[in-house]
Every structure is written in C-alpha cells, then in structure tokens.
C-alpha cells in the first residue's frame, strides 16, 4: 500500500513541472517533465476519480505536459498528422473503445461473481485514457521534429542514465528495496526480482524488465554521443557508453541486453539510409506479428530450442509465454474485430471461481483480445507509422540527409516495438518518440518534394534556354 509521500508526490508533480517549462527551453522541458515522471514518481499508486481515468504517474505527468505547453508556451499542438492514414489512425485509436462497448452487452457468467457488461460509461473513461496516452505523442511532433531536437532527447537520455545507475547499482546489489524505502511498498513479485545469482533493479519502475529497457536506451544514447564526438571527448564518451554498458548487463534481462548487441554494430557499422531502412522493416513485423503467429509462421520451437540452449529457466520463461499467447489469441479471435473489452474479459477465466487462468505478458495480445483488430491495426498503426515514413525516406535520400541521432532514436524505438511483442513496455516517453519521428519524417518528406520540385523546374528552365533564344 503506498504511504503518503507517494500520494504527495503525485500531487506535487504540477508544480515541479511548471519549473521545469519555467526554466528550460521548450524542448527539454518536455523531455524532462516526461522522462523524470516516469523515473521517479511511485509505480501503481493512483487517485482513483468517477468518470476519468485514474490518475497515475503516466496520466498526471502527460496532462501536465499538455496544459504546460499551452498555456507556459504558448505553443499551437496540431492533434492530427499530415497524412490521411495517421488521421484515419487517430480516430480509430480515440473512438474503437465505443465500438467495442456495443458488441459486447452481456455478461459473462461466473458462479463466483460474473464478469459485467460493457457499458456506454466504460468506452467514455477508455477514450479519455487513450487521448491522455496520445498527448507525448501530439506534443513531441510539434516540439521535437527537428535534428537538433533528436540530439537533445539523446544527451538527456544518457544523463538520466547516469543519474539512475545508482539506485540501479544499489538494487542490483542489495535487492529492489527503494521504492519500498521511499513509497512504502513493493510493485511486484519478489521472486521475479531474483535472476542469474543475483537481483534485478526496479527503483521506481513497474518491472526490472521496464529498468532494463531504460538502461538499454541510456546505452545506446550514450554509443551515439560516442559516434559522433570530437576526437578530444571521445575518451570520456567511451567510459561513460562502457559503464552504462556495465549496468545494462547487471539488469540482468536477456531482451534488452540482446537488443543492444544487435544495434551496437548497426550503429558502428551501418550507414544512416540502412539504419532508417532496418527500423522500418523491423516496424512491419511489429504490426504483422498476429497474423505471422495465426498463420504459423513464426518459428516457435526453433526459438524456444534456441532459449532452452542458453538457459532452461530462460526456455521455462518463454515457453508459459508462448502458451498463454496461443490461449488467449484463441480467445481474441471469438470477437476478432472489435475484442472482448475490458473487466477481464479478454481473459480465460475459471467458471466456478473466476480465478484468471492465463496472464497476458505482450502488449500486443493484451490490445488484440481487448480492443479487437479495429484497435490493434490503430495503435500499433500509430506506433509503426514513424518508422514506416522514415523507412520510405531511407529509400529515397542520401544518408547524409539524416541526423544520426534521429537514426539512433529510431533503432531504440524499433526496439522498443519490438519489445511489446513478449513484454507490455508501452510507457509516455515511447509516444513522445514516436511523436518525434514521425514529425522529423514529416519534415524530410516535405524537404524531398520540394527540392525535387526545385530540380524540375531548374531542368525545364536549362532546357527552355536555347528555344527561347530561337
């Protein structure tokens, strides 16, 4: 149960926010009162309101973020994309939670207790909570569309990973025990903590896979700052990308420390065009990854087989994975377009006790089953977007029309899809990345047209020349 300091906390993160648009540029502004909420307020604890979704660290910080723009900054946040689709997306996103309220008016009986009816009343808490959960996104691509914007989002990644790596080391050694110190409570199963001989940190997160991922982007920030440095910082840069690299492997998860020796040499090796390319394909598989797995044609007993070589707790941990998801993909597909909805109703439930009988892990089974394929083509749409555009610009500009750091931001959020495969790691700062490449992208695309458009015209005037003078 979380004490009062959590509860002041929340309460107290307007305030802190309203420094932060205060003091810095408009830019880190935004990053920080994003990435610091989800760094330090307390995991779970929330204002339980009628009629709104709960108020969490996500929702409280977003709101804020939104309110401080507008009336701090005075900035103008266009909510829709330029483009038809990522309109269309948006609409789907908001409204697929009402669709989904009326196709499913009955309950579901339980001897226990059944499981509700969806009501009117639920899709209005759940539209509210899916606007909330696009703001980083809508404010991102108008504040965090330019190069010099990506290099920012970097450097404070590396510095609050600089800053976070103590209470990670602490707990690495000592046991997640902060968030019990601070906020009164511990946010999950102990025994999930325990990995390899040692402890997995969690601080003031949901999970230590949620830590690990954190370090994963710190790591990989830090290599970017490292590529692209002056020869003279480069010994300090080194020691900072090998350090964060230290604390990555003392998480202790093999997804994010598998991640990072796949985009380590992608980094060092490939060009800007191959990176952007590389982040769109991996996209698409993110988005196609239910129908791979309906049609069978993802190689599941090669990759347990795998797992099971590394480690057989590794291959236990995967296999009650991959036979929840095939449970509850069954589930999803008895309503395959607009889902079960919410209550747990997604679920495979015991019908005398109501016990839940499968425990949905990847995000992307928990919005199929719920919302149906109507919201998992609009979020994961949304998601996959940027990288897609940005995918299609790789394949037309040179690379040096790219930012490395907009390449890098773009591995690490091609990362973090693909991470929503087996994990529900979907956090504000993944919407305000993908808010901030696809408004880059964007920008490059309208750069193309109009330097292509540039060349026309000087081609037809070249060509004009000698007949005019006829």
């Known amino acids: 149960m979380p004490n009062g300091l959590a509860y002041l906390m929340l309460m107290l993160w307007p305030v802190l926010a309203t420094v932060l648009f205060l003091r810095l540029p408009r830019e880190k502004a935004l990053i920080w009162s994003i990435l610091a909420a989800y760094m330090l307020l307390p995991p779970l604890a929330n204002f339980n309101l009628p009629a709104v979704p709960d108020m969490d660290k996500f929702t409280i910080s977003n709101l804020c973020a939104?309110?401080?723009?507008?009336?701090?900054?005075?900035?103008?946040?266009?909510?829709?994309?330029?483009?038809?689709?990522?309109?269309?997306?948006?609409?789907?996103?908001?409204?697929?939670?009402?669709?989904?309220?009326?196709?499913?008016?009955?309950?579901?009986?339980?001897?226990?207790?059944?499981?509700?009816?969806?009501?009117?009343?639920?899709?209005?808490?759940?539209i509210s909570y899916q606007f909330i959960a696009l703001i980083p996104f809508f404010l991102a691509r108008t504040l965090l569309r330019t190069a010099e914007a990506m290099r920012t989002v970097v450097l404070a990644l590396v510095f609050a990973g600089l800053i976070y790596s103590?209470?990670?080391?602490?707990?690495?050694?000592?046991?997640?025990?902060?968030?019990?110190?601070?906020?009164?409570?511990?946010?999950?199963?102990?025994?999930?903590?325990?990995?390899?001989?040692?402890?997995?940190?969690?601080?003031?997160?949901?999970?230590?896979?949620?830590?690990?991922?954190?370090?994963?982007?710190?790591?990989?920030?830090?290599?970017?700052?490292?590529?692209?440095?002056?020869?003279?910082?480069?010994?300090k840069q080194l020691m900072t990308f090998l350090y964060l690299f230290l604390v990555l492997v003392m998480c202790r998860s093999a997804g994010p420390l598998v991640f990072a020796l796949g985009l380590i040499p992608v980094i060092l090796i490939l060009g800007r065009r191959w990176q952007v390319m590389l982040a769109g394909f991996l996209g698409l598989i993110v988005i196609t990854y239910p129908l791979l797995r309906g049609a069978q044609l993802i190689p599941l007993d090669a990759i347990l087989d795998y797992a099971y070589s590394i480690s057989p707790d590794r291959h236990q941990s995967l296999n009650f994975r991959v036979v929840n998801e095939e449970r509850l993909l069954a589930r999803a597909m008895e309503k395959p377009i607009f889902g079960w909805g919410g209550y747990g109703r997604n679920l495979i439930l015991d019908p005398i006790t109501g016990l839940i009988q499968t425990i949905p892990d990847g995000q992307w089974i928990i919005v199929l089953g719920t919302y149906g394929w109507l919201g998992y083509i609009a979020e994961f749409g949304l998601l996959v977007m940027p990288l897609v555009f940005l995918g299609r610009e790789g394949l037309l500009l040179r690379s040096a029309a790219f930012s490395p750091f907009a390449c890098g931001i773009a591995l690490i959020y091609a990362a973090n899809l693909v991470d929503l495969l087996p994990n529900a790691t979907l956090i504000p700062f993944t919407w305000l990345m993908a808010g901030a490449l696809l408004g880059y992208a964007e920008d490059l695309a309208v750069q193309r047209r109009i330097d292509t458009r540039a060349r026309w015209l000087a081609k037809l005037a070249n060509g004009a020349g000698p007949r005019t003078m006829i």
Do not use: C
Not at 67 to 95: M, N, Q
Not at 101 to 114: Q, R
């Open 66 to 126: 939104l309110a401080l723009t507008l009336w701090v900054l005075r900035e103008k946040v266009d909510f829709l994309p330029s483009s038809l689709v990522g309109r269309l997306l948006i609409i789907f996103y908001i409204i697929s939670p009402i669709a989904t309220s009326l196709t499913n008016p009955d309950s579901i009986p339980i001897e226990a207790g059944d499981v509700p009816a969806l009501r009117l009343y639920d899709s209005a808490s759940t």
């Open 166 to 235: 103590v209470p990670m080391l602490i707990e690495a050694r000592l046991s997640p025990q902060i968030n019990v110190w601070v906020y009164g409570f511990f946010q999950h199963d102990f025994s999930q903590s325990m990995r390899g001989g040692g402890f997995r940190p969690m601080v003031f997160m949901p999970h230590g896979l949620w830590v690990a991922f954190f370090a994963l982007m710190a790591t990989i920030s830090a290599l970017l700052v490292l590529r692209t440095g002056t020869a003279e910082d480069r010994p």
